[in-house]
C-alpha cells in the first residue's frame, strides 16, 4: 500500500443512498470499512489508490442520482470557503430576476445561460443586460431580495460549519454588491466582492461601475484573501456553477462543479449534480451530526 491513502465518497438526496450500492462499489474496489456520515445520503471508504475505472463508475452513479467523489484523503478539509452567489449559494441568479420584474425577463435570462455557459464574453454581456434595466426604481432590489431570492439548501450548514471549525468564508460574485452584501450577512460569510449597480437620482443608470469582476476577479480573490490570510491555494474549497468560475475552481485545494453549466463540468473532476451544498462538507468528511445551523 503507497503512502497517500485515498477516500471515496457517495453522496444523493436524503433517503437515495442504498447500504447495497455503498458495499457493492466497496468490495468492487477493495476499500476499507464503510462510514456513514448521514443515513441513506452520504458514506464514504478508505482506498490505497484511485481505482482505474473511477469515471466510468463516476458516470454509472450519475444515472442513479448519485455522486462520486473520489480524493487524497490527507489534506481534504479545508479551512476557507471561496463561493460563487448566483445558482450556488441562492437558487436563483439576480440579475434575472430583476429583469423578470423589468419585464425583460426572458431576454436577459437567455443572454445569462449562454454567459454562463462560457458561449459570450463576460463583460459584454453584463453590459447588454444591465443596460435592459435603465430607469427602474433602486428600490427594485430589495423588493427582488424579499420575494424571489431563495437560499440553496445547505448554504447556511455550510458556511457556519465551516467557520465553527476555525474557517473563512468569502461570497465571491460576476452579480452585485446589493444582492451579495445581503446574501452574505444571511448566511455569515465573512466578506463579499461582487460588480457595483450605477444608481443616479435613485433609479439604475443601466451601467456596471467599473472596473467589472469576471473570471479574473474571483482568481485575484482566491490571491488576495490567501495571502492576507497565511493560507496556501490546497486550504481552499471553492464552488461555482457558471464558466466564470472556472479559474477560481481549478486553482483551488478543492474546486466543486455545483450543478454546474455543461461547459464547466468537462473541466472539474469534483461535480455535484444530486446533492445540495451539504455535499461540500461531506466530501470534506464531515457527518451530519456535526453540522453547524
Known sequence: MGDQMFVATLIAKQGDLTPALVEALRNAWGGEIVQWLAADEAAEFALPAVPGNAHTVWGDLQGQAVDLIVQPFEGRRKKMLLADMDSTMIQQECIDELAAEAGVGDRVADITARAMNGELDFEAAIDERVGLLAGLDE???????????????????????????????????????????????????????????????????????????????????????????????????????????????????????????????????????????????????????????
Not at 491555494?233 to 456553477?241: I, K, M, P, Q
Open 139 to 293: 428600490g427594485i432590489i430589495d423588493h427582488v431580495l424579499e420575494t424571489r431570492i431563495d437560499d440553496m439548501p445547505g448554504g447556511r450548514a455550510l458556511v457556519q460549519t465551516m467557520k465553527a471549525n476555525g474557517g473563512y468564508a468569502a461570497l465571491v460574485s460576476g452579480g452585485f454588491t446589493a444582492f451579495t452584501s445581503a446574501v452574505a450577512a444571511r448566511l455569515g460569510f465573512d466578506e463579499n466582492r461582487a460588480n457595483t449597480l450605477g444608481v443616479e437620482g435613485g433609479v439604475l443608470s443601466g451601467r456596471v461601475v467599473r472596473p467589472i469582476l469576471g473570471q479574473q476577479a474571483k482568481l485575484e480573490a482566491l490571491n488576495d484573501i490567501t495571502a492576507r490570510l497565511g493560507l496556501a491555494h490546497t486550504d481552499v474549497l471553492a464552488v461555482g456553477d457558471g464558466m466564470n468560475d472556472l479559474l477560481m475552481l481549478q486553482n483551488a485545494g478543492t474546486g466543486v462543479a455545483l450543478h454546474g453549466k455543461p461547459a464547466l463540468q468537462e473541466k472539474c473532476d469534483v461535480r455535484v449534480n444530486h446533492g445540495d451544498l451539504t455535499a461540500l462538507l461531506y466530501l470534506q468528511g464531515y457527518a451530519k451530526s456535526e453540522f453547524v445551523t
